[in-house]
């Protein structure tokens, strides 16, 4: 009896123990949701990754420090990646080191939930309380960050493809009315944009420099009513006849030298270094460029959208976006989700675009901040770009590695000026075979 009585109260203590255990367990080890809480007392931290120039970087570091002062139960740090950022952070994820939250580009995005490493927003952007709402953002933007009406990343703002133009080679070459002024009297024409650039090529300087990316190919396509893809999602750049006019424009006018394909430009230099020292009257590109031309006192520069072949004022040009993704093996998501949130708010992209910055939001009110100072003179036009523009389509952005294969062979043809119709074929045979094989995955 007695031995019987010592092993009841051995067993009330060892229940007490693990119960008390248990107990600093859920205090300071696990939370709900899976998150791992930190000794009491102490900070929750968390990790966000980026590409960025210094500027930026300068900027983002504020942003943090100014989110920790707000949020003395989080510390959250900056990691800036500056090179080779998508292998990286790849390379992160598979070893279990990637950072709570990171940038993800339009294409990049794509393998991201393909191989689920990333969280899907959309359970969490629904939940009662949530300040983080579809419909506060631009629709036209979402791109490869939705699938099947499910949300993997937010923009955290965007660039609508415009014309940059430098004033002073256009008046040296003779040309007295300037791009805007004639898209706000509906005469920013394809016709009215190529006779500006034979003037400036017979002053011996470039009229044009044509980038190999998406929005630059694409926004030729939609500014004369074409399609690069149809509703299926299939490639017809050689079969929409909107799609081949623009092609052929583009070809004609690079074969007269008009338009230079920046992979022909003089070794070391690129569109924005030869706009800067007056080599160059357009270059295509979103407000990244505006940080860097402004520090140019002496610049004369402005912007206009994409010159039509329709008859409108203004037509869909390309609008390359970012996204914010959240680490599906974050061990602090809620935290994470927090700064997420706060990053692309509306508060989060005014502070961080205020002052000139390098974007425009993403998020509906605060357009204020491209408007401030009028920098350039037409800045409103990023505003309007946006309202038409568009996203990488999921049709191109969904499918690994098509964009690269695309470029490259667009690539080609600007160096080696091939025939267009043959090139064409075979840009859309190529696209079309990849397309048709990742749908029988």
């Known amino acids: 009896m007695k031995k019987q009585k010592w092993s009841l109260l051995a067993l ?16 300071e080890g696990q939370t709900e949701g899976g998150n791992t809480a930190p000794p009491k007392g102490e900070k929750v931290k968390i990790t966000w990754a980026t590409w960025g120039n210094p500027g930026e970087l300068t900027r983002f570091q504020e942003f943090t420090k100014d989110f920790n002062a707000k949020h003395p139960d989080i510390e959250a740090e900056l990691i800036p990646i500056p090179g080779e950022y998508d292998q990286k952070i790849l390379t992160q994820l598979t070893g279990g080191k990637a950072p709570d939250i990171f940038y993800a580009g339009d294409a990049f995005i794509v393998k991201l939930i393909e191989n689920g490493s990333i969280e899907e927003l959309t359970p969490l952007m629904e939940v009662s309380g ?33 014309l940059w133009y430098n004033k002073k080679v256009l008046k040296d070459a003779g040309v007295t009315d300037m791009p805007a002024d004639l898209q706000e009297k509906g005469e920013w024409t394809w016709d009215a944009f190529k006779l500006m650039t034979e003037k400036i090529r017979t002053t011996g300087k470039y009229g044009y420099v044509l980038d190999n990316s998406w929005n630059s190919t694409h ?32 070809y004609d006018n690079v074969k007269a030298k008009n338009i230079t394909f920046s992979g022909t430009l003089p070794k070391g230099q690129g569109g924005d270094a030869m706009f800067m020292s007056n080599q160059v009257g357009f270059v295509g590109a979103g407000r990244w460029y505006l940080p860097l031309f402004k520090k140019n006192a002496s610049l004369e520069y402005d912007v206009v959208t994409w010159p039509t072949n329709t008859g409108n004022k203004i037509e869909p040009a390309g609008i390359p976006t970012a996204y914010m993704v959240l680490n599906k093996a974050s061990k602090q998501k809620e935290a994470s989700y927090k700064f997420l949130t706060e990053f692309v708010s509306k508060e989060g992209q005014i502070y961080r675009l205020k002052g000139g910055g390098n974007a425009v939001p993403s998020v509906k009110g605060a357009d204020d901040v491209v408007l401030e100072g009028n920098l350039p003179e037409h800045a409103k036009l990023f505003l309007d770009a946006r309202e038409v523009g568009y996203a990488l389509t999921p049709a191109e952005a969904g499918i690994p590695g098509l964009s690269a294969d695309i470029n490259s062979r667009f690539e080609a043809l600007w160096l080696k000026n091939e025939d267009l119709d043959t090139a064409m074929q075979e840009i859309q045979d190529l696209a079309n075979k990849k397309i048709d094989e990742y749908k029988k995955k």
């Open 12 to 27: 009330v203590l060892t229940l007490s123990i693990l119960l008390q255990a248990c107990a600093a367990g859920n205090e």
């Open 130 to 162: 949530s300040t983080l709402k579809k419909e506060d953002y631009f629709e036209g933007l979402w791109g490869a960050a939705q699938r099947d009406n499910k949300i993997y990343g937010i923009m955290v703002d965007c660039n609508p493809m415009v």
């Open 219 to 250: 926004s030729w396509v939609t500014a004369n009513g074409g399609k690069v893809y149809d509703e299926s999602g299939a490639y017809v750049g050689n079969s929409d006849p909107k799609a081949k006019e623009a092609f052929q424009f583009l």
